[in-house]
């Protein structure tokens, strides 16, 4: 069912030069392109349909939509005919109305009304054109054979009736109310590319199947949910419209979950989401969603959120509930007393990825101005900082260079440490439909990830490097280049630091680099790789996609480096089609960067030892602030550690799950005096938390969130805050509190602050992104609609840089006590440490972490799928069950860290990249042995997570973890 | 862990990171070069307290750091100051 108030025009617009044509009596210029049925859509003439929709191509099989057409013979059909200059188009007449009321009969006699149109709540599709094309009754009866009823007439089981299908637990499908149109086996073919539903059988015992005949959850439907939306009967029907009927009222908002940043409506009744439905004009998803975006906002009005302040003297002490001045108060003084005591540098902040900008400002904001002290930083820390370093320092900016949408002009695609269908998955769905249109694929990475090879979709090379070599092989694909004489050698001339190249050249060319050499670092075969280089220099248009796989090494900066260096050096950057993009892994890492979360920087990436930046933010804020760089979050909690750094304020992040060798932060958070932390939920870190604020979800507060494509998208309050405040103002009640004034009335007002305190962001505002819906910074005087496509004409730093970028082996060894590699990464329907994916049915899928092996290293092991098995690195011991799957190579295991009790981040190490010190979680040594019981980490988490849970006050027993 | 094991591991954590930034500024075209860009790195990235520990664990002799972060460190040592805006 479609959105609510959502016009559909029935088939997706087209970009051709504009055509005249008469449509009834109107003169009407659209694209050339563009079908009769859109065309006379978009001059106010609605012609009846059925299987056409705008999310999907034209079909033309309900026949519903024919017209005539001056000079041809018979009915054409509107969808599937395109406009032609001087057309003359009738739409309505006796003798089409005629026809169409056929057609719709024929549907009706094997789909009575009745029976149809209760459950969408009069919003069905079917009962509007049966309205249109003036049908009530039928003339065949309802006798004959059909799928609606269980009984035949003669009391006998209907061989055609099919029970409902209400395994997936978001949507329902009925088949007795389904007219067989197909527009859902489309939406999964063609927006989603998943291709898990068919329609079996001719006539009118064709019906519609997931999988091999199995039901929607044990196929391989992902549960995107655009079937349902595209369904115009309510035969796929979300169970929330099902049980709270139809919304009233619907809101458009940005997703909270991941950086491709979808743009939805959220429908509403009353103080109720009854659903989410993607917002076609959102320039992220063109009306496409996820599993998480679409269904997984549960956890908004879970009972496990916690809604009232809560303070308590020692972490060992129950919480006592207080008012929010009372918790306030005590966060102030606790953090004032630290201060005095131990020096301003004592405490400090960090802010979330997935707060939005305003908030995130805030907090950076109270850190330097009311903290007196740059110690602030962000969960973008762990994943993506090296992701700004390496490309501010080649390129002049710290984002990506591209829209999304400019993957639909890619010709060869390289993916590296990214696996969008599981990470970004509407991003993916764009990505696919590219290469089913013909572009060719490279993948780099360790695992057989499912873009490798998936139905309609294979890649020309899989390049399945070790794990931490990713610079060697970037080099060897450069080297390639520079050997092969691929380099766009007029592109680097005009646009690039002449000498930084002939460096970078002379570097590149030597043997050291060349594919046969680094084939035994890599693995990888130098036939594959060279292979793989000429595709990539050759295309025309070549795109490189890039992820966590990338950053998260030692040699995270370099890499982004080498890959922009290869960019450039092919002559790829600057249009659209190409580029270097990052793939962000929570909803605002984009965001929290460009806001000035991190330590040396205030926002737009500008270092706190810039004078005049630094002046012109102490003019506004009113206070000096320090030149000098503040503490990074691994930093601060060996400060912690130290004694030295002793107060924290974490605004929406749960340190004690995301961050990299467990054991050794939670010793850091036991160290500190005073840890505040603001959350919806009592997570890992509010263990060890003395001050506990409530925090509010995306659907209670105003702001905006950046996705990758650097687009600031709106975020819209849909409900009240259940906790009562917004979390800017909480941050700005702790600010008074501290004694330094803020007095924003509105997000809308933070928001008009950044803008005039940073250049990039000078043309975005709350009133400009509620006219235009979204915009992409830079967005100012020079660009006042956005830039969709960076370093256009010249780099932003001016000439582009090439940086040398030697490999060098990360310190983490396999060693013969620790002899396989562990990396990590994501699943599709969990999200990130889980707190929120966990608390939704999205459990369904994925209900606990697995660590995945390869067979041989299974059978080695004495290990079966499924069995229990100890996971130890030099630092620390976890167990979880087993999958044995050749998707990873010998020596490789894989797993995820959504669940907090699975503890994949106890064995990662300290390492990090060299330049931003992003932890190395891709990369750790480790041994795999078959186990019966919980390893002891596990063993004293659980009982410290049960005494916790002890300690909270009685209405919210049961709530821990 | 007692404060005397965190003293030892907070050092050798510096040392790596100072090692790290060394290796990837050892391919700088000269010595001078290098040690320019991790003085530089460390005056941008790390706090005036880290920087003062790193200093003074050479001063100790200066146990595990590689030869060019060495260098550094002593350069560092010897001119401390903040960051300016068009360092690298
Ligand atoms: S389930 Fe809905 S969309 Fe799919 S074929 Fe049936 S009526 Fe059409
Ligand atoms: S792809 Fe990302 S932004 Fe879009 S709905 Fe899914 S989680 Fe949300
Ligand atoms: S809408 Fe054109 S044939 Fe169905």
New binding site residues.
Partial sequence: MRGLGEADRGTPAARGAPVTLQIDACEVRVPAGTSVLRAAAEAGIEIPKLCASELLEAFGSCRLCLVEIEGMKGYPAACTTPVAAGMRVTTHGARLERLRRGVMELYLSDHPLAAIAAPAGGRSELEAMARVVGVQDVRYGFAGANHVAPLRADGQANPLHAPCDASNPYFSFDPAQCIVCSRCVRACDDVQGTFALTIQGRGFASRLVPGQDESFLASECVSCGACVQACPTGALLEKSVAALGPAERGIVTT?A??G???SFRAEMRGETLVRMVPDKDGGA?HGH??V???FATGYATHPDRILRPMVRARTSDPWREVSWEEAIAHAAQRFKDIQRRHGRDAIGGITSSRCTNEETYLVQKLVRAAFGNNNVDTCARVCHSPTGYGLKNTLGEAAGTQAFDSVMQADVILVIGANPTDA???FASQLKRRLRQGAQLIVADPRRIDLVRSPHVAARHHLALRPGTNVALLNALAHVVVAEGLVDEAFVAARCEAADFARWRAFIADPRHAPEASAPITGVPASEVRAAARLYARADNAAIYYGLGVTEHAQGSTAVMAIANLAMATGNIGRPGLGVNPLRGQ?NVQGAGDMGSFPHEFSAYRHVADDAVRASFEQAWGVALSPEPGLRLPNMFEAALDGEFLGIYIEGEDLAQSDPDTQHVTAALEAMQCVVVHDLFLNETARYAHVFLPGSSFLEKEGTFTNSERRVSRVRRVMTPRNGHEDWQVTQLLANAMGYPMHYASAAEIMDEIARLTPTFRGIGHARLDALGSLQWPCNEAAPEGTPTMHVDTFVRGKGRFLVTEYVATREKVTPRFPLILTTGRILSQYNVGAQTRRTANAAWHAGDLLEIHPQDAEDRGIADGDCVGLESRVGRTTLPARVTDRVPPGVVYTTFHFPDSGANVVTTENSDWATNCPEYKVTAVEVTRVSRPSAWQERTRRLREDQAALLPEADRGSAG | MSRVDQAGRAERRLVAMANDIADYFASAPDRATAVDGIVTHMRRYWVPRMRERICAHLAAGGAGLSDLARSAVARLGAADAPARPGDP
């Fill in positions: 997703c979950y991941c491709v940043g979808c998803n969603a996820c998480k975006g679409r970004h998955p509407v909803n």
